[in-house]
């Protein structure tokens, strides 16, 4: 079977905190990815030809968009069209809300609780969701999510108080969890060369569900209360049975045709045991005690949370200021989520290429430059008080402020190695919390009209940008100071105590470390160490 | 060069999309000309009264105007008037998209529009279905007097100026039909029982499996091939 030792496969670290979202770096040469070429008539274990080029854990090497081929290219688009209906129906009731809003009679006030409430049930859901996939699998994990939030979504139809309403939209946030199936499932299908633009791929075109919805939704509410002739306060209704019926057939397609390993299912496969609990805490600690998690934490909440924000209030706003029609309005406010089917994979891609050139130093500095140019067009945006400019701002600054997603999760991955899982679910946790955060300061305050709150949120979103002056990586430096000359063997050597290390349980950091060297910029490549040759086998 | 010139000729031209908005007429200018009622008919019992609950679908308004006699002769321009339902101040509390304002173009006190009549000094009634699109509010009547071109001139309204008296409410439809409801159901159930079909069945199989020994030693030989040709294409074995 897989050879034991140093190298040691993903199979064997199934269930290890954290594991979930090994090789979402696409920096793990060590030992996740395998460069061992396999023959082109690779086949998995039931004699069936991959076809696509597999490395020898049978993940793939390429990605095919046009492909659905099993079970690479069709995990991928099952995973993001999965993700993709999740967002869809979390955000279904904003483009709405003007219906909603005079049928259940709701102030400003529950406006923002419900828009506070949907955004926050997917902070316990994302936190539970890693083990569940850990444990049981991300087709599991994904079907089961999808399905069991499909009654949220119909209850949706048939709400008649306020209390009610924000309810059923905090249920329906749970779905959002699909989030880390979706990139725990890209993780198990593709080789570490490719994951990390797989996983920018699917995460960008899952998150444009938000603004798919914003387009559909009033379009199919227009259909069933023009056409078929309902009454506004039922046709809004009828609508959410898109939503629902939609989780219901990816629910079961998934389950039909997804696999979550590229051999099979977890429960056909045997699997080489459960892994240690004890550590937990350890990771755990690692992960809290590091001051660069609650960093990025801030800062994403000012990324993706002003992006969830958006996604909650833009219809609304540009219905009531500018005097649209809500199909209008709808289209609008989509622009803004569709916008990351580009903009959050070229922010990934704009933190490659700004590390190929200045090392970890020009990540900060690209994450920097993005959000504080999305944070001062989210204040133009409030400012604005005409229709052009402001749709040609509110484009401008979604690229910008997606872009900047994409580029943290460039970062992300090089904070810890050990608690990598930990990290990446607070930082995700974090982007929850922003957007609860700015809803309730700008958005449910009787005080503030709604441009004076875009403006605000801007204003916020810069400061909380500029935390990232802080961010420090001993051996790389940050955005205003050089490197020291610790090593990034020490960094992340650092994680395990002397105990562990004299158990040698720190290899994969170490193996880490040395591929991670690439952060140091191309100035200082020539300073590789001189230990002796790593072997790969 | 040329780029950052066409970028910026195209942000001029994009900045100058802004529309020149006239401000519309201030509602402080127009005078009080014209008296209003208006009565909530109940279509059932054929009763009538001022103030109290209408309900959409079986209700009707009937509401009258006339020009109130001490501003005769100052409806030489009015030609048209407008009849418009307008949120009294408490359903206008915490809700923005309700605000009044002096500018009539972004007032939005009275955004449901009843009717439009022509005008006449001695007045006229009109008997209007409350629609089904109404939300459940505190309402009063306001009627404008327009010249030919929709620009206010005058107007009435039901009330006082603190828009405190004769305010009727409206009980809006639910939007709720027991059909909805089942349908709800019946789909949710779906759902999750479909779900716990599929993980009962897959768990059925898994046991099949697992009970055949032949086939867990199957799997295993299986890995071992494998194992050993992975081993010999990199030239260890």
């Excluded at chain 2, 008296?35 to 009937?62: C, S």
């Excluded at chain 2, 409410?169 to 999750?192: K, L, Q, Y």
């Amino acid at each position: 079977m897989a050879p034991q030792g140093e190298n040691r496969t993903d199979a064997d670290l199934t269930g290890e905190p954290g594991s979930s979202l090994h090789g979402v770096t696409g920096h793990e040469v060590f030992p996740y990815i395998n460069m061992d070429t396999v023959p082109e008539e690779a086949t998995d274990l039931k004699g069936r030809k991959f076809s696509l080029p597999v490395d020898s854990e049978h993940k793939a090497k390429k990605l095919k968009i046009y492909s659905f081929a099993r079970p690479h290219m069709l995990t991928f688009h099952l995973s993001w069209i999965s993700f993709m209906t999740c967002f869809f129906s979390t955000f279904a009731a904003p483009p709405l809300l003007p219906i909603i809003r005079d049928n259940l009679g709701l102030t400003k006030t529950n406006i923002a609780h419900a828009g506070v409430a949907s955004v926050s049930g997917s902070i316990i859901s994302r936190l539970l969701m890693g083990t569940i996939c850990d444990l049981f699998g991300p087709r599991y994990g994904c079907a089961i999510l999808i399905m069991a939030t499909a009654p949220a979504v119909f209850c949706m139809s048939i709400v008649s108080t306020v209390d009610g309403f924000i309810l059923v939209r905090f249920f329906i946030s749970f779905a959002l969890a699909t989030f880390v199936s979706c990139q725990f499932w890209m993780s198990s299908m593709f080789n570490g060369q490719i994951v990390g633009l797989a996983n920018g791929l699917a995460a960008g075109w899952g998150n444009a569900g938000g603004g798919i919805t914003q387009l559909v939704m009033p379009l199919v509410y227009d259909l069933i209360a023009k056409n078929i002739g309902a009454d506004n306060f039922t046709a809004w209704r009828l609508a959410f049975f898109l939503p629902g019926c939609m989780h219901i057939v990816m629910g079961l397609i998934v389950l039909a045709i997804g696999q979550d390993l590229p051999d099979g299912n977890y429960s056909s496969l045997k699997r080489s045991g459960d892994k240690v609990t004890d550590t937990f805490f350890k990771v755990l600690q690692y992960g809290v005690t590091n001051y660069r998690t609650w960093i990025f934490t801030i800062t994403y909440g000012y990324c993706l949370g002003v992006e969830l924000t958006v996604d909650n209030i833009i219809a609304q706003y540009f219905y009531d200021r500018f005097d649209i029609n809500l199909t209008i309005a709808g289209t609008i406010g989509s622009t803004v989520g569709l916008m990351n089917i580009i903009s959050r994979p070229a922010g990934g891609m704009i933190s490659d290429m700004a590390a190929r050139r200045f090392g970890m130093r020009g990540r900060l500095w690209a994450l920097w430059t993005l959000q504080t140019i999305g944070g001062v067009l989210c204040i133009g945006l409030g400012l604005l008080g005409s229709l052009g400019p402001s749709v040609v701002v509110l484009v401008i600054f979604s690229i910008f402020m997606e872009a900047a997603c994409g580029a943290t999760f460039g970062i992300i991955p090089f904070i810890s190695r050990r608690s990598l899982g930990v990290i990446s679910g607070a930082v995700g946790a974090g982007g929850n919390v922003g957007s609860i955060l700015t809803q309730v300061l700008f958005f449910s305050n009787q005080s503030y009209s709604m441009e004076k709150g875009i403006m605000l949120m801007g204003v916020m979103a810069i400061a909380c940008t500029a935390v990232l002056f802080l961010v420090y990586f001993p051996q790389w430096g940050g955005m205003l100071c050089p490197p020291s000359k610790a090593t990034e063997e020490d960094y992340y050597g650092g994680e395990w105590n002397e105990a562990e290390r004299a158990k040698n349980l720190h290899r994969n950091s170490l193996k880490f470390a040395e591929n991670s060297r690439s952060e140091r910029g191309p100035s200082r490549q020539e300073q590789t160490s001189d230990s002796a040759p790593t072997t790969r086998v | 060069m040329s780029a950052i010139k066409i970028a910026l000729v195209l942000a001029v031209a994009l900045l100058a999309l802004v529309s020149v908005a006239e401000a519309g007429v201030s509602f402080k200018s127009l005078n009080e000309t014209l008296t209003v009622q208006a009565q909530i008919h109940d279509r059932a019992t054929n009763m009538t009264f001022f103030t109290g609950l209408a309900h959409v679908g079986t209700d009707d308004m009937v509401i009258s105007w006339a020009l109130n006699s001490s501003f005769a002769g100052k409806d030489a321009r009015y030609v048209n008037v407008k009849i418009r339902l307008c949120y009294a101040p408490v359903s206008q509390t915490d809700r923005g998209w309700r605000k009044t304002k002096d500018d009539l173009e972004k007032d939005k006190t009275c955004s449901k529009g009843i009717t439009q009549q022509k005008y006449v000094p001695t007045g006229n009634t009109t008997i209007w279905r409350i629609t089904k699109d109404v939300p459940g509010a505190v309402y009063f009547v306001r009627v404008y007097a327009v010249d030919a071109l929709g620009t206010e001139l005058a107007f009435g309204q039901t009330t006082d100026k603190a828009k405190t008296i004769n305010l009727m409410e409206i009980v809006p439809i639910s939007g709720r039909h027991v059909s909805i409801d089942i349908a709800a159901a019946v789909f949710s159930v779906f759902s999750v029982g479909s779900l716990m079909g599929f993980l009962g069945l897959e768990a059925i199989k898994q046991r099949k499996a697992n009970s055949k020994a032949g086939h867990f030693f199957r799997e295993a030989f299986i890995d071992t091939i494998r194992g050993q040709s992975v081993l010999r294409e990199v030239k260890i074995i």
